[in-house]
């Protein structure tokens, strides 16, 4: 699985857009972005995922730049139950179970 | 609903002594994953399990043991070789095609020991 470079912490305001970034220079075209989170004392929470092209569900938008070496997570309007740890992940979608490598994350902070 | 159950939520134990973890999942997954977290430190892949009977060690297996006898349960085995056993486990469960998006994960079990 590709490497990934997460900035270890990150404050916003509430109801202000959050954008956390990715970096994952080393990813292979057949590689998807996943994003996690982490509320403190829970386990992680699948947000969103994707390939080469941006996507959007209801909890965030994956924002992934053409040469797929980057990307941005967005939580659009930010609120105190945002504050978490989130997950870059990088994997191949290989059609068997096999691990998933957790980073450390960066730390959101949503503030008032 | 469906999920997993982990239990207890906080334990604690001598040192020396063995424990086991229990977590149980109604998703019909057939992998399971154990994973141990420590403060300020991202996740690391204790054992993973792709179908009964069979489980593959991940990146720090020593001092913990496994077992799958049925789908639903994967319980951890904290032994008393494993040095510094005081930290936050989670389990969690994906369908065999181990969609990343498709893992869900326990609330947790603190162990801490004395």
């Known amino acids: 699985d590709a490497k990934t470079t997460q900035p270890p912490s990150m404050d916003c305001a509430e109801g202000r857009a959050a954008n956390l970034p990715c970096n994952h220079s080393t990813i292979s075209g057949n590689e998807y972005v996943y994003w996690y989170r982490q509320i403190h004392s829970q386990g992680p929470q699948y947000i969103i995922h994707?390939?080469?092209n941006n996507e959007t569900n209801e909890m965030a938008s994956l924002i992934i730049t053409e040469d797929r070496k980057s990307s941005t997570l967005i939580l659009p309007h930010a609120t105190l139950r945002d504050t978490a740890v989130y997950y870059c992940i990088v994997r191949a979608d290989t059609g068997t179970a096999s691990k998933l490598t957790f980073g450390t994350g960066t730390r959101l902070q949503v503030t008032l | 609903d469906g999920g997993i159950t982990q239990s207890p939520k906080y334990l604690f134990r001598k040192e020396g002594q063995n424990v086991t973890l229990s977590c149980e999942q109604n998703l019909n997954h057939d992998a399971m994953y154990w994973y141990r977290q420590d403060p300020g430190q991202g996740l690391r892949l204790i054992y993973y399990s792709q179908i009964v009977n069979d489980f593959q060690k991940g990146d720090i297996a020593e001092g913990y043991s496994v077992s799958r006898e049925k789908k639903e349960s994967f319980p951890l085995t904290v032994t008393s070789a494993q040095k510094n056993p005081t930290a936050f486990y989670l389990c969690?469960?994906?369908?065999?095609?181990?969609?990343?998006?498709?893992?869900?994960f326990g609330s947790g079990t603190r162990l801490t020991v004395v």
């Open positions: 994707g390939l080469k």
């Open positions: 969690a469960s994906s369908s065999r095609t181990g969609r990343p998006y498709g893992y869900t």
